[in-house]
Every structure is written in C-alpha cells, then in structure tokens.
C-alpha cells in the first residue's frame, strides 16, 4: 500500500478544479434531478464538500 507522502504528492498534483468537475458528473449520474430549493440546497451541500476537500488537500 503506497504511503502517506504518496498520497500527499499525488493529489497535489491534481488539478482540483478538473477533479471537481468530474465528481460532479459521477455523482450526477447517481442523482435524481431535482428543481427547486431542494435541488438548490444539494448543490450548495457538493459545493461546500468540494470546497473543504479543496482546503484540506492544499494544507497538506
């Protein structure tokens, strides 16, 4: 199993904003399309999940 600073010098490599377009799409195809305010308040859900991920990755 790789280890830790494999890990970390990994995602430092990736670009985060290609990588949170691409989970959006996943989970996307796993979702029902909603309209309204629920729609609206699980997006506000993946866009701060998407923001702390961002936070953690570049602290590393």
Not at 24 to 40: I, L, N
Not at 46 to 57: D, E, F, G, K, P
């Amino acid at each position: 199993m790789p280890s830790y600073s494999t890990f970390r010098r990994v995602m430092q490599q990736l670009d985060f904003h290609v990588l949170a377009a691409v989970f959006t799409d996943w989970v996307q195809t796993y979702t029902e399309v909603e309209s309204g305010w629920r729609a609206m308040a699980k997006v506000s859900e993946v866009a701060s999940l998407t923001t702390t991920v961002h936070n953690r990755i570049s602290s590393l």
